[in-house]
């Protein structure tokens, strides 16, 4: 029995008259432009007003683990630089206005929103670090024309098989140039945009691979969820969270914390400070419960640390005791 996913015919498409035109595409472009020059021009100086829409959403991973969600969503209006946009701008006027021709504005907004979250989510869920520009959301755009390209001809005509093998190559590439150091690109949103896409075409258009969907998107909007909350993987993260214990006044779960980020790659000399840190901290409080064992073992692990520590200290760095613990900030990392 055909259905939606026989594409022998076009589905109707939404009525629109003569003067209608992507006002919400071209609205996301105005931004994207607007953000991503307050973001190149506005310098050093943090009272001025093109600081202040230049940088607000470009946030640190700790940002984003203190509650700025918000970020996720403006993040996509900044490029780093001229190519970075004009590309991206580029395919979200040929995909976007054909996707806004046939979507109404409320379900057009929901799919950018969703998209731009999904996509930063993956992103900082697989890597522990947030991304700038509209690629995820370009990506994201490209799979919902691939998956419901029986939604009408001009879907059709943009989910062509040399389309597909652009995006897909390019997506190939931008992964070897972040391996090799060559050029770190926010892989995850790409790939995490593609297949949310992917996903809401199927879903809406091709009822007979709606059952199958499901589980991508769930399993993405778990990893979205795990992103902004425990991605202990991350050395980032492992930072992060140490630093939110030491606060806490855990300073042994601190300690472990600061540990694993060294394991999992992190060598900046600050951790082995708040190692030591965090250990004086749990010293002193075995003292005074007069725990003599606890005593033991922390005085062995902390002569152990600050061994380390004095040997990759910078010159004039402040003795243990007179410097207070970072506070979680990007310059954390």
Not at 136 to 159: D, H, K, Q
Not at 182 to 188: E, F, K, Q, S, Y
Not at 192 to 203: D, H
Request: proline content about 5%; aromatic content about 14%.
């Amino acid at each position: 029995m055909p259905d939606d996913f026989d594409y022998s015919q076009s589905r109707a498409s939404r009525p629109s008259s003569a003067g209608d035109q992507p006002i919400i595409t071209i609205l996301i472009m105005a931004l994207s432009v607007v953000f991503t020059a307050a973001y190149w021009f506005s310098g050093s100086n943090k009272g001025s007003p093109f600081y202040s829409i230049g940088h607000i959403g470009v946030v640190s991973p700790e940002d984003i683990w203190n509650g700025h969600y918000s970020a996720m969503l403006t993040c996509i209006f900044y490029h780093g630089d001229l190519f970075h946009i004009i590309f991206n701008m580029m395919w979200t006027w040929r995909l976007g206005a054909a996707i806004e021709r046939e979507l109404s504005p409320l379900a057009y907004l929901g799919f950018l929103v969703g998209g731009a979250i999904i996509a930063s989510g993956v992103q900082i869920g697989l890597t522990g670090v947030p991304g700038i520009g509209m690629s995820g959301v370009g990506y994201a755009m490209f799979g919902l024309i691939w998956g419901g390209r029986g939604n009408s001809i001009e879907w059709r005509s943009l989910a062509s098989k040399d389309n597909r093998n652009l995006f897909i190559g390019w997506g190939v590439l931008c992964i070897i140039t972040t391996y090799l150091n060559i050029l770190p690109v926010a892989n995850g949103a790409h790939f995490g945009g593609l297949l949310f896409g992917l996903c809401i075409g199927y879903l809406f258009f091709a009822p007979r691979r709606r059952p199958l969907y499901w589980i991508p998107m769930a399993i993405m909007a778990v990893l979205t969820v795990t992103g902004i909350r425990w991605v202990p993987w991350s050395s980032a993260w492992q930072w992060w969270a140490g630093n939110r214990e030491y606060r806490s006044h855990h300073y042994a779960s601190a300690v472990d914390h600061y540990r694993w980020s060294i394991k999992l790659g992190d060598h900046d000399p600050g951790l082995l400070e708040n190692i030591v840190l965090g250990t004086s901290a749990e010293y002193y409080e075995a003292l005074g419960r007069n725990d003599v064992k606890a005593m033991e073992r922390l005085s062995h692990e902390l002569d152990t640390a600050q061994k380390q520590w004095d040997v990759v200290k910078p010159v004039g760095t402040p003795e243990k005791g007179q410097k207070q613990q970072s506070d979680g900030d990007s310059s954390d990392q």
